[in-house]
């Protein structure tokens, strides 16, 4: 595959060549593992979501032109799967397992379009939400944030001349290569590449994906983006997200059904997967509380993907529980992927090496590090913690705690409820940069 001149792309790119959106399948990947069992169990439930912006202080829409974010959206909107996509989709394996999608969801996709969206100025912030059949909404998330984040990107990039752009690139290049010859120190490691919902471009998280696949070789597992899986021959990574116990906690009708929202939608899960699919979020609404009241049976499952907490904290945590439920945490694995970059990849690595099998998925830092590479300052080029969260289901409010507070969304009266539902134990505020 021959290598993209990134910088002059940048310079000519114009709406007609560059939409944002170019496939149904440039998502993460499990997108369409939850959308199939989201589509199987819960076809009625209706569902709204919202773009979050966690960093206050940058006004999106002083940024973004309202017009052209408009235009992509609409384009998003044209866009179907195509046959080949399909094809790839029913007949590939995943995580070592064969025709993992069935026929009729393969048959579904096919008609598949994202559904209609309102977008409103506020304050100088986007308010942008999605609302209708969770079947549908749910597949916005990630085409809305790549749509914002790259508008973002080509915002900041749009004055800059041939040469500057040479350098910009350049430069973040030799930055990304940098950090994966220290990684290449780590003879165990295993990565993959969780980049797409806040990247740079999608040009940019292609070229990342394509340097990470020659420059760590086997250490390299694969991406979550399931488009250049498939254009790489890598393999697709990914299991659930919080949206599942955000959406069935919504959804019951008492404290007591909330409480148990977390573990029907581990049921759910194992009814529909297996093997290396079997990963525990655990800290939607705490993963203190999650542990404490876990079944049994949960300890058996693959692993976990500790995401809020910091990651030694937080894999401590789960091998203590691990432990107290008779399990050899060597043989089980824990995922590592909030705000991953090489400095704390290598210091969870070192921490545990030896005791548990490890993988990290770097985010952010891998497809959107432009720090200090801009010959000219220019924050536009900084990341920002941008997400779209589930925000009502069926007209009810949705909640998400988080181990870190700040993370947390919702309505404060719902919140204050969760909180005396699940407890504050473990919840500690930390900063949210990416």
Excluded at 153 to 182: C, I, P, Q
Excluded at 237 to 266: K, W
Aim: hydrophobic fraction near 45%; charged fraction near 25%.
């Amino acid at each position: 595959m021959a290598v993209t001149d990134i910088a002059t792309r940048t310079y000519d790119h114009g709406f007609r060549l560059d939409p944002i959106v170019r496939s149904l399948l440039d998502t993460d990947f499990y997108k369409l593992l939850m959308l199939q069992m989201i589509r199987h169990l819960y076809p009625d439930v209706q569902a709204t979501f919202a773009l979050i912006n966690r960093t206050k202080a940058v006004r999106l829409a002083d940024d973004i032109d309202e017009g052209e974010l408009r235009a992509q959206l609409d384009h998003a909107r044209t866009v179907r799967f195509t046959k080949k996509e399909l094809i790839w989709l029913a007949g590939n394996s995943f995580a070592g397992q064969a025709r993992i999608f069935e026929p009729d969801f393969i048959a579904w996709l096919a008609g598949f379009q994202l559904p209609d969206y309102d977008l409103r100025r506020v304050e100088g912030q986007f308010e942008l939400r999605f609302a209708g059949p969770w079947a549908h909404t749910t597949m916005w998330e990630i085409p809305a944030l790549t749509i914002i984040n790259e508008l973002r990107s080509r915002a900041a990039t749009r004055d800059m001349g041939r040469f500057t752009l040479d350098v910009l690139y350049a430069r973040a290049k030799a930055k990304l290569w940098d950090k994966v010859e220290r990684l290449r120190a780590l003879p165990d490691l295993v990565i993959s590449d969780f980049g797409t919902r806040r990247r740079h471009g999608f040009l940019w998280q292609r070229w990342c994906v394509e340097a990470l696949k020659e420059g760590l070789g086997s250490r390299f597992i694969g991406t979550s983006n399931v488009l250049l899986a498939m254009d790489n021959d890598l393999e697709a990574i990914g299991t659930n997200a919080h949206e599942l116990p955000m959406v069935l906690a919504a959804l019951a009708d008492s404290d007591e059904g909330v409480a148990a929202a977390p573990y029907r939608v581990l049921d759910d899960w194992r009814r529909h997967y297996a093997g290396n699919l079997l990963i525990v979020l655990p800290d939607a609404f705490g993963t203190a509380s999650f542990l404490a009241q876990a079944p049994d049976w949960v300890a058996d499952w693959t692993g976990f993907r500790p995401d809020s907490a910091p990651p030694i904290v937080g894999g401590e945590q789960i091998i203590r529980w691990w432990q107290a439920h008779g399990r050899d945490p060597a043989t089980k694995l824990l995922i590592f992927s909030d705000g991953m970059d090489v400095d704390s990849i290598e210091a969870t690595y070192r921490h545990f090496h030896g005791r548990v099998r490890m993988s990290f998925g770097w985010g952010t830092n891998l497809t959107n590090d432009f720090r200090g590479c801009a010959p000219d300052a220019t924050g536009g080029l900084e990341p920002i913690s941008l997400v779209a969260k589930v925000v009502t289901v069926d007209g009810r409010p949705a909640v998400k705690l988080s181990d870190n507070p700040a993370k947390a969304t919702g309505e404060p009266a719902e919140i204050a409820r969760y909180l005396r539902i699940f407890g504050e134990e473990g919840r500690s505020s930390l900063p949210v940069t990416v």
